[in-house]
């Protein structure tokens, strides 16, 4: 019999075109009555597709379900105390997005320091004829120090190392054998860096870490580069301190309530705004896609997953 998942979000066709060729696909996305299709089809699904929340409502609605494929790195969107209690293994797809990510927040924070978004409107709207651009800063002899130095960490680490920046970290633990200072206290770290690389995972153990203390301890002439959760960051008083100039800058690519992003921002010169786009390049969604059907189908084949996490 084929087995049957359930694919709870949209994700790029070349996925959805694999997931197709070795499931039966039921998309909860796209059902008009979602309960009534659970209803019919629940007892048959034995694995979900995901690309965010899936509930424990939905969990402990599908007797037969065995496993949920995240389509990211991130799972804090899944219930994951329903699928430990209910024994439902999760996956997530870390590692092939790692170069991406890191790629992105590089480039972000040279757009932050250089101005770039404001200087090629400046070039567009004809005042370079008419007026000099003022100067700005650069990442060369900076600290920047990463909030959560897992396999992206360590890869923002390495390229920030290329800019010539001074790198250090915070995380729930110091790590053996890295050559970067380690700070138990984040708001220390904060206090001690021109940057600030929020990079750690989401969930309701790292929300609002990156408090209004944290931020001010970063300073006038601190900047924030957020590529986690918007979760992480007291997003009120970092917006409250970037339009007073209590914090210098930030560079977001997620927001609390996105794709909802906070008005106040889009008038400021000191933020730089990107639509959480972190993996979102053509090879690294495509790998994605394939870590989640081999998931998927290493779990029905082998009863064992590529990339666990519960």
């Not at 206090?191 to 929020?198: A, F, G, S, Y």
Request: charged share 20%; aromatic share 6%.
């Amino acid at each position: 019999m084929p087995i049957e998942i359930l694919q709870t979000q949209p994700m790029i066709d070349t996925t959805q075109q694999a997931l197709g060729k070795s499931f039966v696909v039921h998309r909860y996305f796209e059902a008009a009555d979602k309960a009534a299709m659970i209803a019919e089809i629940g007892p048959r699904i034995r694995g979900i597709a995901c690309q965010g929340p899936v509930s424990g409502e939905l969990i402990n609605a599908l007797p037969n379900l065995e496993i949920i494929a995240c389509f990211g790195v991130g799972y804090d969107a899944v219930d994951v105390a329903a699928a430990k209690a209910r024994k439902v293994r999760v996956t997530n797809t870390p590692d092939v997005l790692n170069d991406a990510v890191a790629e992105l927040t590089l480039g972000m924070m040279i757009a932050l320091a250089r101005h770039i978004p404001q200087a090629d409107r400046f070039v567009r709207d004809g005042r370079w004829e008419k007026e000099k651009y003022p100067l700005f800063s650069e990442l060369t002899g900076k600290t920047v120090g990463i909030l959560g130095l897992g396999r992206i960490g360590k890869e923002i680490a390495t390229r920030c190392q290329a800019m010539k920046m001074r790198v250090v970290y915070h995380g729930r633990r110091e790590q053996p054998n890295l050559p970067f200072p380690y700070y138990a206290d984040l708001e220390a770290m904060a206090r001690d860096c021109d940057w600030l690389v929020v990079i750690a995972p989401g969930g309701q153990d790292t929300k609002g870490i990156v408090s209004r203390k944290v931020l001010e301890a970063l300073g006038p002439e601190g900047r924030i580069v957020n590529m986690a959760r918007g979760s992480l960051i007291d997003e009120v008083a970092m917006v409250e301190m970037l339009q007073s100039g209590a914090l210098g800058g930030a560079a977001l690519d997620v927001f609390v309530d996105e794709p909802k992003v906070p008005q106040a921002l889009f008038g400021l010169e000191n933020v730089v705004l990107s639509p959480h786009q972190g993996s979102a390049t053509r090879q690294t969604r495509e790998q994605m896609g394939q870590l989640v059907v081999g998931n998927l189908l290493a779990h029905f084949e082998r009863g064992l997953a590529l990339t666990p996490v519960v």
